[in-house]
């Protein structure tokens, strides 16, 4: 029986509740008892921004950052960050050959779709440097030719919270490349007893069917793109950023690209919520982990500060 809501929906709408639910539903079958951080982590995905993980070793990052490239048929490649590690490394590098007297490019791991960059604090700024052009403007320079990376390019970086030894911090105007920041945590009780019962799952299963495209998963960010935010939720965002930059606490609020981010990650809640319209209700719940990853706070916990800017700001009727 097809309800009342589902009829209304138009196909592309239809297709992309679809295509939703079979990514919901693969990235809960890897992280088990994180469906809170699911949610969040497709928003970011959809919303076209990169995700920060500050995070422990061990809680399947990088499982998770494998299941999104399955789902979606996408090439993964992952860079484990050491001190050592030059830019080439990250972008690729032009090598004479001696058999044809010309230059050959060889692509570094920033020309796969799906990226994961782990513990991205311990490589040197000049390296971070490089990864960061990546993430802002989709493609790289590799002496003086520029090369534009995957449309669905996607970086998934993690660094260790604890181990603050040989680290290099990223500085807030890197941070702020990142469309947000979250931890996993670990996994409650019931979670662990099933991860123990699990069986090993071949990394590569010929006869599983691919359920999703790369067609899909950029319908599924235009999908986003269309999502109509009102001009009262528009000022209703206006007012908190303003918030953010005259806070006692703060001494760098969000800044005009951070606004940005904070509507698209909003807009990409709402379509996971169902609707194609952004509510003040969507700015709220994804105000922490966009918020925590560009502010400059005068304390270690941002959770505090941020609850209130958003305590400070009335809410438009809506």
Not at 250 to 257: A, D, E, F, K, T
Not at 285 to 299: D, F, H, Q
Request: aromatic share 6%; proline share 6%; glycine share 6%.
């Amino acid at each position: 029986m097809t309800s009342a809501a589902e009829n209304s929906q138009s196909p592309t709408q239809m297709a992309s509740s679809q295509a939703v639910e079979v990514l919901r539903s693969r990235l809960n079958e890897v992280l088990l008892g994180k469906r809170d951080r699911i949610e969040l982590v497709i928003a970011c995905l959809l919303a076209g921004g990169h995700l920060l993980l500050d995070d422990l070793p061990g809680l399947g990052k990088t499982t998770l950052a494998k299941a999104i490239a399955e789902c979606f048929g996408a090439k993964f490649a992952r860079i484990q960050c050491t001190p050592d590690l030059l830019p080439a490394d990250v972008t690729g590098f032009n090598l004479f050959n001696q058999k044809s007297r010309e230059f050959e490019f060889h692509a570094g791991p920033v020309f796969a779709d799906i990226l994961l960059a782990d513990e991205i604090n311990r490589t040197t700024p000049r390296t971070q440097s490089a990864l960061f052009e990546a993430m802002a403007e989709r493609q790289v320079t590799i002496d003086g030719d520029a090369k534009e990376l995957s449309p669905a390019f996607f970086v998934i970086a993690t660094q260790n919270p604890i181990d603050s030894h040989g680290a290099y911090p990223l500085p807030e105007a890197q941070l702020d490349r990142f469309a947000m920041r979250l931890e996993i945590g670990y996994p409650n009780r019931d979670a662990q007893l099933e991860i123990l019962n699990q069986k090993r799952r071949p990394s590569a299963d010929p006869s599983q069917a691919q359920p999703l495209t790369s067609d899909d998963f950029l319908s599924l960010q235009q999908s986003v793109d269309n999502i109509h935010v009102s001009k009262e939720v528009q000022e209703y965002l206006v007012a908190l950023c303003e918030e953010s930059r005259v806070h006692e606490k703060v001494v760098l609020g969000v800044s005009p690209r951070g606004m940005l981010i904070w509507q698209q990650v909003a807009k990409s809640w709402a379509l996971l919520q169902g609707r194609d319209f952004v509510t003040p209700d969507d700015i709220q719940e994804v105000a922490g982990p966009v918020l925590s990853v560009r502010l400059g706070v005068r304390s270690q916990n941002v959770d505090p500060i941020i609850e209130s800017i958003l305590q400070a700001v009335d809410v438009p009727g809506f």
